[in-house]
Structures are given as structure tokens and as C-alpha cells.
């Protein structure tokens, strides 16, 4: 919980640091590289930095928290304003804490990220940082950063303890232009820890300039199987986003017989397919990937209620593992699937956008979204229209969580 003093400097300071966030950010990674370099080379991702996105993420998750926790809350006896879980971002610090246990941040390093931040915040306010004014904000960044070191301590518990694994490519599939799958076997052969459907795990390659970049892929096949697969699409590069390092070299250059590091797996959009429970699963482009694993999970458990399947995408050809999305519906009992193309759209299909207004949504229906925040953004405006509890839209963001920072 957040002091009553240092609440009340931050609600009375929230408009300055709110304005100022996106400087602060700015300022605070430019003195972050180049004080560790190896953080940008090794740890950042440098096209998130390159495009500001990392940056908007952040400023937004911190503004997120801040907010919410200075929210009108009732004292306690000694006068400390509680933060109640609606005040308090839960979801967006769970999200972070699975992204970073996938990369393997460790607790010290919230120490080097207060020392920076904290810099640029003095640099950007100047005298406005009073003592009273860098106490308060001090305890937010605290309250925020030990909440996410709890949660990661209990990710690596959970998965025993070591970031990085050594896996070998022992398939190799192009499912369209731009989308490969790679299936992966532990390179030491002994067992793996199994993963809940619509997980993902890290990759970490290293580059021809030296780096040893990370990217998360979502984990496209079934849990329990034998053989571990990821389905990668290239990145091009754009007139204002730069090229994917790691999706262009995992499609040059990396075969069967390659071997690559992952990390266990991690993420918090994950299935809950209990008995009863009608689903929706809406996918868009390579969004389709986590949709896929929970498909193949819902086949092998038999589940039985209504699943109704949509996916969007530019065409049949771009629609990467339509095979498996389209059977593994087909082995379900109840299952319905809506498809939209903008073109080339089969007589099953229908072409254009994704519009759910005539697509029937059962009682009680959970559902999980995967793929460009515009599309994500418009289904779940159509399904809280439709009845659906917005407790029960789950989404997952490829790339930094632009959506939920500034919800």
C-alpha cells in the first residue's frame, strides 16, 4: 500500500510526470545504454527501441500504476490508503512479470533501472523533484518493481530455476511466404516441463554483428507432444518500422540440425477450458499461432460446450496453419468457425474484415484474442456488445503491451 503523504504528492504531481513520461522514458534509455551497453546488444529489444514502442510501453505501465494507486481508497487505523485490485494493475503487472521471466531478469537488475530512471526524472522536472517529491514517486517505483520481483521469483520457482536451454531443429515447415515452424527437441534429451496452451517462449539467437537479441514466439502445437514447435513470421522492414532481426535470421539461416536457446515456457494468456464453459477464439494474421495450441488442447481433452472459432487475414495463402486451424475445429462437437480475407475469399469464407454482428455468442462465453491491436480492439468492442463480461475478454499483445498501459 502506498503512504498516505506519498499519495497525496503523487495525485498533486501525477499531471507533470504524466506530461513529461514519454522525455522521462526517452531519456532514461538513452542513459541506461550508455552506461550498459550490453543491456541494448544482449537484453533490449532493438527494434522496439529503434520504433519507441519499449518506450510508449513503458511510460504507460508506470503512468497505469500511479494512477492507480493514488484512486480515493479507504485508510486503515494508521492512516495508510490501501490499494484495493481494482486500483491496483494486476493483469499488466502479471503480463510484465511473464515477459521478463522469459527473458531472465534478476531482482539486482531493478536496482540499475531505478538509478537511470530516477535520473531522468531529475533531469526532465529539474527543481520540481523536491526530497518530498522523490520519496513519493521512490515508494511507487518500489511498490511497482517488488511486486513484479515476487511474481518472477514464482515464475522461476515454477519452472525450476534456469533461464536458457539449448534445443535442436528437427523440422523445418514453410507454411506461407513469410511464416516457418520450427519443431525443437531438447539438444540434452531429458525432460521437458509441459505448457499450457497459448504460452510462449523466448528465442535467444545470436546475430551475425554479435548480438544475442531475444524475441518470444508463441508455442503453436499441442502441449504434451513430443516435439516443441514455434511458427515465426518475417518481419520486413517498413518506411517507419525497422526490419525483424531475429524473424530474418531464424528464416536465413537456421535449419533442421540448428540449434537454438530457449527459455521455459511463460505468458498469461492461457486457456481455461472448463467443463461447460462456451469459448471464442479470435485470431488475425499471425495471431493464429497461440489460437492453434488451444484448438489442439480443446481436440485432445474432448471438450464439449459451443467453441466458436474467427480468424481474419489478407488472404488463404497468408493464413499460416489453416490446415490445423480448420481440423482441429473439426474434431470438436460443438465447434462453429467464421473466416474473413480481404481477398481471395473461399465460398466458406467471407471477404473483407472481421465483423461478429451476426456470429451468435453463447451465454457465458470466455474469449481470447490474438493479433493487431485495431482488430483485437474491434472484437472486443462487438463481444461486450454482445453480452460478454469484460472480465472474460482475454488478449495477448506480440510485442510491447500498448493496449493494456494505457487502458
Not at 522469459?102 to 529539474?126: C, D, K, N, R, T
Not at 464453459?277 to 495471431?287: H, M
Request: hydrophobic letters at 45%; proline letters at 7%.
Amino acid at each position: 500500500m502506498l503512504s498516505e503523504q506519498s499519495a497525496a504528492t503523487v495525485r498533486a504531481t501525477l499531471p507533470a510526470v504524466g506530461a513529461a513520461i514519454g522525455e522521462i522514458t526517452e531519456r532514461f534509455y538513452a542513459g541506461l545504454f550508455a552506461a550498459h551497453p550490453e543491456l541494448l546488444r544482449d537484453l533490449f529489444n532493438r527494434g522496439n527501441q529503434a520504433a519507441g514502442t519499449q518506450r510508449q510501453a513503458l511510460a504507460g505501465s508506470i503512468a497505469a500504476f500511479a494512477t492507480r494507486l493514488v484512486r480515493t481508497a479507504p485508510q486503515d487505523s494508521e492512516g495508510r490508503v490501501a490499494s484495493r485490485p481494482q486500483d491496483r494493475p494486476d493483469a499488466m503487472l502479471t503480463r510484465i512479470a511473464h515477459k521478463h521471466a522469459s527473458l531472465g531478469i534478476a531482482p539486482g537488475q531493478y536496482e540499475v533501472v531505478h538509478q537511470h530512471l530516477f535520473a531522468a526524472i531529475a533531469e526532465v522536472l529539474g527543481e520540481a523533484v523536491t526530497p518530498e517529491v522523490a520519496a513519493a514517486w521512490d515508494e511507487v517505483y518500489w511498490l511497482m518493481a517488488n511486486a513484479l520481483i515476487a511474481i518472477e521469483r514464482r515464475l522461476y520457482e515454477e519452472s525450476g530455476g534456469d533461464v536458457w536451454r539449448e534445443w535442436e531443429v528437427v523440422e523445418r515447415v514453410r507454411e506461407t511466404e513469410d511464416v516457418v515452424t520450427f519443431g525443437l527437441r531438447p539438444v540434452d534429451g531429458a525432460p521437458v516441463r509441459d505448457f499450457r496452451a497459448g504460452q510462449y517462449v523466448s528465442v535467444r539467437a545470436q546475430l551475425p554483428d554479435g548480438a544475442r537479441q531475444i524475441r518470444q514466439y508463441s508455442l503453436s502445437g499441442a502441449p504434451g507432444a513430443d516435439v516443441r514447435r514455434i511458427s515465426v513470421k518475417r518481419v520486413p522492414g517498413g518506411a517507419t518500422t525497422p526490419e525483424g532481426e531475429v524473424s530474418n535470421h531464424l528464416h536465413a539461416r537456421v535449419r533442421e540440425g540448428s540449434v537454438l536457446e530457449l527459455s521455459e515456457p511463460y505468458g498469461d494468456l492461457v486457456l481455461d477450458d472448463a467443463p461447460g464453459t462456451p469459448l471464442l477464439l479470435a485470431s488475425a494474421g499471425i495471431g493464429v499461432t497461440p489460437i492453434v495450441a488451444m484448438l489442439a488442447h480443446l481436440a485432445a481433452t474432448g471438450h464439449d460446450a459451443p467453441v466458436t472459432v474467427v480468424h481474419a487475414d489478407r488472404s488463404p495463402a497468408d493464413h499460416a496453419l489453416r490446415t490445423d486451424h480448420e481440423a482441429y475445429a473439426a474434431k470438436l462437437p460443438d465447434a462453429s468457425v467464421h473466416l474473413w480475407y480481404e481477398r481471395e475469399a473461399p465460398a466458406h469464407a467471407r471477404t473483407g474484415l472481421a465483423d461478429l454482428s451476426d456470429v451468435p455468442v453463447a451465454p457465458g462465453t470466455r474469449a481470447y484474442l490474438c493479433g493487431p491491436l485495431p482488430f483485437m480492439r474491434a472484437v472486443r468492442a462487438q463481444l461486450i456488445e454482445k453480452g460478454v463480461a469484460p472480465a472474460d475478454v482475454h488478449y495477448e499483445v506480440f510485442g510491447p503491451d500498448l493496449w493494456l498501459a494505457h487502458a
